[in-house]
């Protein structure tokens, strides 16, 4: 739980902390689960003071509303705290266009393989080149090679 409240957050901060989208958390205010935000006078911008931010978390774990109702949040969401923001994801290098589709193909097949590696084979398997060819010739005439190449 967020022990350190700042002086006042924004509506998206607020739903945030409580886990909730911000759509969501504008839906339960505007049903009286969560208080209203207080304005501020020059910017008319909503915020909530350190004691709406505790009755916002109050509501969140006790899955009652200031009006009383009962509501039932999902675990989806990380739940009261600052929601985690989802690791990326590691870009796998960008093989040679040149042997791109071909590549694809042999991951379909369970075989990792580098540009450079089926570069040599196609080169080696097919001199006149694969353009007239058959995909499916080739992947399997390159799958075939590599396989024999395994260490077992």
Do not use: W
Request: charged share 30%; with cysteine; net charge positive.
């Amino acid at each position: 739980m967020n022990d350190v409240q700042k002086a006042a957050v924004s509506v998206s901060e607020m739903a945030r902390i409580v886990g909730l989208s911000r759509a969501r958390f504008y839906q339960l205010m505007g049903e009286g689960v969560f208080p209203k935000p207080k304005y501020d006078e020059t910017t008319k911008r909503p915020y909530f003071d350190e004691e709406a931010q505790a009755e916002c978390i109050e509501v969140k774990k006790r899955n009652v509303g200031i009006n009383g109702r009962v509501v039932m949040f999902y675990g989806g969401r990380q739940a009261i705290g600052h929601a985690k923001r989802p690791a990326k994801l590691k870009a796998r290098p960008k093989p040679n266009a040149e042997h791109a589709d071909l590549i694809d193909s042999l991951a379909c097949l369970g075989l990792s393989a580098t540009s450079r590696e089926v570069g040599a084979v196609v080169a080696e398997c097919f001199p006149d080149g694969i353009q007239k060819l058959d995909s499916g010739e080739v992947v399997r005439a390159v799958f075939l090679h590599l396989k024999r190449q395994e260490p077992k």
